[in-house]
């Protein structure tokens, strides 16, 4: 068990559709990343929020948002969805790095979505 | 821009052989940290092992040895005596920390299926 927790696990929704995925990171943790993982692109960086403020931008799309709450607690936002949004969304946490100093992201379990 | 290639897809073998999965990383930066994550077919992504790049020194934890090689640009990964319980995707990652934006750049993955 990595400590960061990601609800819901699945999600089956339809075209279109709007959804909401959470994330709490580990105790401590004030750095959230969100993945995207599909069979056509792998694992890709989408967004990074650190301790409330939005740090680095990946390849998210712009009907893709977020946001990390003052709990620290992240929310990733996906509207107008369409068929190729089906795939697993990780959120990872780490502590923050000294400058040049060591990153060690620990992942959630993933919230699997299908997009119908 | 940074980039890890994982040129192997799929590879198969018998338990107890020996294998090795390939990761070859192209970066800009001096400073950078290479990573292993293991993903079951559960789904999760487990931390296998984090390399600074000034520490080409390799590793060895149980069954599993790390070799990177700064001068090929290479850290590969290799299990010994393999076992069923070893089937599953690996991924090799890069990050540039710069500050507090460090963000895991993947490869595409390798899935390895140890036969009994």
Redesign the interface.
């Known amino acids: 068990d ?1 400590g960061v927790t990601q609800t819901p696990k699945h999600l089956i929704t339809a075209t279109g559709q709007r959804v909401t995925l959470r994330c709490s990171p580990r105790s401590g943790d ?2 959230v ?1 969100w ?1 995207q993982q599909s069979l056509d692109q ?4 989408l967004i ?1 929020y ?1 301790n409330g403020e939005e ?2 931008k ?1 390849n998210i799309l712009e009907r893709f948002s977020a946001q990390q709450f003052p709990d620290l607690h992240s929310e990733l936002n996906l509207s107008s969805l369409e068929l190729g949004d089906s795939a ?1 969304y ?1 959120c ?1 946490s ?1 502590v ?2 000294d ?12 919230t ?1 979505l299908t997009v119908l | 821009a940074q980039k890890v290639t994982q040129a192997q897809t799929e590879i198969s073998v018998v338990e107890k052989e020996d294998v090795t999965l390939d990761c070859v990383y192209e970066t800009r930066d001096t400073t950078y940290y290479l990573f292993w994550y293991k993903q079951p077919p559960s789904g999760e992504l487990v931390f296998l092992i984090r390399r600074n790049s000034f520490d080409e020194q390799n590793e060895i934890s149980g069954r599993y040895s790390w070799n990177f090689q700064k001068s090929t640009s290479s850290f590969n990964f290799t299990i010994t005596a393999s076992q069923v319980v070893d089937s599953a995707v690996y991924f090799c990652a890069l990050s540039e920390p710069t500050g507090a934006n460090s963000k895991l750049t993947f490869g595409k993955g390798i899935t390895l299926s140890v036969r009994p």
């Open positions: 990595s004030l750095s990343y993945y792998g694992l890709q960086f990074q650190y740090r680095a990946g697993l990780f990872a780490s923050v790095p400058l040049g100093g060591d990153n060690e992201q620990f992942f959630g379990p993933g699997r």
